[in-house]
């Protein structure tokens, strides 16, 4: 790809240098920032060497190089080894998932109410930044369409109390001591029976790790394989929920498409190159695309050929209603040495459990073992035996087989109605799996809002729905993905009758309303 050459020293950096006036080092960053997110240095741009700009601007190499690294550490810039920083094109503020530009990251890490900013580590400004305050819709988290939610009032709570009272009411002394670094050796067992039994792959307990959930496994994967500034390939649309690993290791995430076969590896291997690809082969979040044969393949090769390595994030596997499942990537001859393999227990058994597990290629269990044991000592023991007996006396794949079937039932009900109510350009998507369908809306100009606007409708309405393009990182993807996420898993189906007829009505009223501006 050719790089814009450095533009940075066109644009003025006018210092101010009176008594009372920021440090030179702050003034440089606020500029340079700001010419970044107003576009006069566009993505790709060379920036000038550190010894240039301080020549141009009469200040010392250290100034401009801590103002560098203040714009490398918050994700403006990006630095390479040898080959000079240059404009991010993903900035920052395009990582909110509502982004919007133009706010310093002081400035919006008082609307979160951090008032220490200027103590915080630079990353973690960032991420406070850019992740924003968790605003309240006012709706329950259980309002109908919620995605992510699984119907808890179902789950054997009588089972998980009595065993949990047979290990934790006169425990034993072992338990008692320092677990396991990987994490208890009878549940790790139980995983991998599980994974043999369902999802065919062959792995050893050695290889697996509890964690607390996917975030945490994504955590540790970066830990293990990532340095600050290796580009990681991540699906956009995609899950905003690993952006923040990424960003805490100071990795830079490159968007690629999605599209009906998934994560568009071509697209990936025509860009910059990357260390690491994270996708969801079986069920791409939020579309619920499957990744294809062929490009799993193209990028397990890509992985063989150049040292990369892959994510695959199992996520949603366990809900099926149509079809036979592709065999996971680390299945394959092929990816057994260059797949991370993540799975979560949030959906299956309820979101607060907070366990999940990586499983890595056999060579990186040990260095993992030891680097876990370095930095955490091991997972936390509470309810490690509770789900390790939970799984092994079939208590899971009984709750995972009653579930599917009321699952299935809510799935079927909910697209009937769509089908009556909804309009006909509305198309769903993503039927084959998981807890939520997409409807899919055509692609559209978003100056009306789009289905930003539509999903604000529907929450006025009661309905917790999320709108496709808020997943987007890349500005110019949101035209083309339009579309609504509609959770079904913890929406009884006696509400969803009111619950699509409100949501028709927020999408007559967009039609409407662009009809009118157009
Ligand atoms: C794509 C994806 N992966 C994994 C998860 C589960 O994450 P965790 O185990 O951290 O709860 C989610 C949760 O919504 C998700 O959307």
Same mark, same amino acid.
């Given at each position: 790809m050719s790089r814009k050459a450095s533009r940075a020293s066109l644009i003025s950096l006018p210092l101010e240098r009176s +008594? $009372?006036? +920021?440090p030179l080092h702050q003034q440089l960053y606020s500029q340079l920032r700001q010419a970044v997110l107003d576009g006069r240095l566009a993505a790709d741009t060379r920036l000038p060497s550190s010894r240039l700009l301080a020549e141009e601007t009469g200040c010392s190499r250290n100034t401009v190089l801590s103002a560098y690294e203040q714009l490398t550490a918050e994700g403006y810039i990006v630095g390479r080894v040898g080959a000079g920083s240059y404009v991010s094109r993903v900035l920052p503020e395009d990582l909110q998932p509502h982004g919007s530009r133009g706010h310093a990251p002081a400035a919006a890490l008082q609307d979160t109410g951090v008032e220490t900013a200027a103590e915080l580590g630079a990353r973690a400004q960032a991420i406070l930044a850019r992740t924003g305050q968790q605003r309240s819709t006012g709706l329950s988290a259980f309002a109908p369409f919620s995605v992510g939610a699984p119907d808890g009032r179902y789950f054997p709570f009588d089972v998980w109390g009595r065993l949990a009272g047979r290990f934790? %009411?006169? +425990?034993? +002394?072992l338990l008692l001591k320092q677990g396991d670094p990987a994490g208890l050796p009878e549940l790790r067992q139980a995983i991998a029976d599980y994974l043999g039994a369902v999802r065919s792959l062959t792995v050893s307990p050695e290889q697996i790790f509890i964690t607390s959930g996917s975030q945490q496994a994504l955590t540790w994967v970066c830990r293990l394989l990532l340095d600050p500034g290796d580009r990681v390939w991540i699906e956009d649309p995609g899950y905003s929920g690993f952006r923040a690993p990424l960003m805490a290791a100071g990795a830079e995430p490159c968007p690629v498409s999605v599209d009906r076969d998934g994560f568009a590896v071509e697209e990936a291997l025509a860009g910059p190159q990357a260390r690491l690809a994270v996708v969801a082969p079986a069920r791409q979040f939020p579309t619920g695309a499957i990744l294809s044969l062929a490009r799993r393949l193209e990028l397990l090769r890509w992985a063989r050929a150049t040292g990369g390595w892959i994510v695959e994030d199992d996520y949603d596997s366990e809900y099926r209603y149509a079809g036979r499942p592709l065999a996971p990537m680390q299945s394959l001859s092929e990816g057994a040495e260059r797949v991370l393999y993540i799975g979560s227990f949030s959906k299956v058994l309820f979101s607060g459990i907070r366990m999940g597990y990586l499983v890595v290629p056999p060579a990186l269990a040990e260095p993992l073992r030891r680097l876990r044991h370095a930095i955490e000592d091991h997972p936390p023991l509470a309810m490690q035996p509770v789900l390790a007996a939970f799984m092994k006396e079939g208590h899971f794949a009984a709750h995972v087989r009653r579930m599917r079937l009321i699952y299935a039932k809510r799935q079927a009900c909910l697209r009937a109605l769509c089908a009556e109510h909804l309009p006909e350009d509305v198309r769903l998507e993503?039927? *084959?799996?998981?807890l939520h369908l997409l409807a899919r809306l055509p *692609? %559209? @100009? =978003? %100056? @009306? $809002?789009?289905d930003r606007a539509v999903a604000e409708r529907a929450r006025t309405g009661g309905l917790m729905v999320q709108a496709l393009s808020a997943y987007c990182l890349d500005p110019a993807r949101r035209a083309r993905q339009q579309g609504l996420l509609l959770g079904f /898993? /913890? =929406?009884a189906r006696s509400e969803m009758p009111w619950a699509v007829r409100t949501l028709a009505g927020a999408l007559g009223d967009s039609r409407s309303e662009s009809r009118a501006a157009g």
């Open positions: +008594p $009372g006036a +920021p934790w %009411r006169a +425990p034993d +002394p993503g039927l *084959e799996a998981g *692609e %559209r @100009d =978003t %100056r @009306d $809002g789009g /898993a /913890a =929406t």
